[in-house]
Nanobody
Framework: QVQLVESGGGLVQPGGSLRLSCATSESIFNIYPMGWYRQAPGKQRELVARIFSGSRTYYADSMKGRVTISRDNDKNTMYLQMNSLKPEDTAVYYC?????????WGQGTQVTVSS
């Protein structure tokens, strides 16, 4: 059973930074696509960034230029460094791992950007 556990969310002021982490039990996760999604209240879940084998990355327009996705294969952990945060970035952020046609999700971590 694949488990994904996010951490690192919290309350931050506009312009601040946070680093989210996603730890997985999957020892070979570095060959599967992983990503970060977010869901704000009343809105659909949307893609923030994805990372593929070989560390190729893709960023959605929503946060492009302000986030960096990365992963540490030795620690089976993926990260999302978020900078210059805005109030509209407030959402629950979810970690995703895709194995074939199956998507696995973490429980989510709340990010609140407010003064």
């Amino acid at each position: 059973q694949v488990q994904l556990v996010e951490s690192g969310g919290g309350l931050v002021q506009p312009g601040g930074s946070l680093r989210l982490s996603c730890a997985t039990s999957e020892s070979i996760f570095n060959i599967y696509p992983m990503g970060w999604y977010r869901q704000a209240p009343g809105k659909q879940r949307e893609l923030v960034a994805r990372i593929f084998s070989g560390s190729r990355t893709y960023y959605a327009d929503s946060m492009k230029g302000r986030v960096t996705i990365s992963r540490d294969n030795d620690k089976n952990t993926m990260y999302l460094q978020m900078n210059s945060l805005k109030p509209e970035d407030t959402a629950v952020y979810y970690c995703n791992l895709q194995i074939g046609l199956t998507n696995y999700w973490g429980q989510g971590t709340q990010v609140t950007v407010s003064s």
